[in-house]
């Protein structure tokens, strides 16, 4: 298995809170991805990273910001939670060919 | 935007062969890709195919593409219990960073 963990695993917090999700990788791999999982939609682009300080917003970016400071970190933030937000957190890496995407075991975040 | 859509469930017998469908949009999607999800699980790579392959085989996995039609199937042979799980179809155009867009995901059921 790809060497990736997140933490935490599993979060409840209170609508207009700030969250921090962190994704970790031992591989070295250039590209980082943030997913999130809703039923019916399959898995939805949030934001990505094609290097340190390198990053770009996907398909539902509103409401989350990220960060690369190091290649082995992506952070991903809800500025203030809202309902909407809650869903299962993917992190997703990449190396430099950037075809094979490797994910990590999720974050299940729910926001009351 | 692009779209790839696939039927949400598929009941089989054990020990016959599976067949999950996907369509697609995208007319520049350069590769293709299966992934599988067991419950409480991130996504695992199963296989992926190149735009301009029309078949890939690897074990009890076949992947078949007809990209006149943007149609991609997956054919797992003797299918076993241990084959039940959520399986999404992928795909990412050309230059995008390699953006994965997914389908909603079929939910296979095996049979004793």
């Known amino acids: 298995d790809a060497g990736i963990t997140q933490s935490p695993r599993h979060k409840v917090t209170e609508t207009g809170t700030p969250v921090t999700l962190r994704c970790h990788q031992t591989e070295n791999h250039r590209y980082m991805y943030w997913y999130r999982q809703d039923p019916g939609h399959g898995l939805r682009l949030i934001h990505y990273?094609?290097?340190?300080?390198?990053?770009d917003k996907g398909e539902v970016s509103d409401g989350y910001s990220v960060s690369r400071s190091k290649t082995e970190d992506f952070l991903l933030t809800l500025e203030s939670a809202t309902s909407s937000q809650t869903s299962v957190y993917f992190c997703a890496i990449s190396d430099g060919t950037g075809y094979e995407q490797y994910f990590g075991p999720g974050t299940r975040l729910t926001v009351t | 935007g692009e779209d790839v859509e696939q039927s949400l469930f598929l009941s089989v017998r054990e020990g016959d062969s599976s067949v999950i469908n996907c369509t697609y949009t995208?007319?520049?999607?350069?590769?293709l890709y299966w992934y599988k999800q067991e419950p409480g699980a991130g996504l695992q790579l199963l296989t992926y195919?190149?735009?301009?392959?029309d078949m890939k085989q690897d074990q009890r996995l076949t992947v078949l593409l007809n990209k006149k039609d943007k149609h991609l199937s997956l054919r797992i042979a003797d299918t076993q219990t241990g084959d039940s799980a959520i399986y999404f179809c992928a795909e990412t155009p050309s230059g995008s960073a390699r953006q994965l867009t997914f389908g909603s995901g079929t939910q296979l059921t095996v049979l004793p």
């Open positions: 995208d007319s520049s999607s350069t590769y």
């Open positions: 990273s094609y290097g340190v300080k390198d990053t």
């Open positions: 195919i190149f735009s301009n392959m």
